[in-house]
């Protein structure tokens, strides 16, 4: 990975770039986000993500509420953050691109990280449906860090 990382977006909190890369390489947790229904509503949903460079990826099916709502409006607000102790994370802002043609290779990365093979009966299940797969890259333009390891030790 570049050491640049990040290099274009405002990073607050305690980590620097280098502690959010591993932070978000390490965890293996959903990532919530954040995003507008068609009903005016604010709405959060909750997705596998990989970070790829300066950007957190995901894959889904196109018909999902997540790339409608997307397809919408482009803008997110996004946490990975676990409900356990210690309580840290990163959460932010970014804009949102859906590619229509690596849906299925980042469902094969996302299946690997989450369940450790594909073939389990979910990842056998998932990528036997995976020809129309999209994925949907997150380009932060804001993250916040936040970390209570100490004061919660």
Known sequence: MDVNDFAETEIRGPWDSSQVRAFLDEVTIPMRIGVVASSGRPIVLSVWFLRDGDHIIGATRPTSTLIKCLTRNPECGFEIAADS????????????????????????????????????????????????????????????????SERMA
């Open 85 to 148: 102790l210690p309580y840290r994370g990163v959460r932010g802002s970014a804009t949102v691109e859906i590619e229509h043609s690596s849906g299925a290779r980042v469902l094969d990365e996302l299946l690997l990280r989450y369940l450790g093979s594909l073939e389990t009966p979910l990842g056998k299940k998932l990528r036997s449906q995976s020809d129309d797969e999209v994925s949907f890259i997150l380009k932060p333009s804001r993250l916040v860090s936040w970390d209570y």
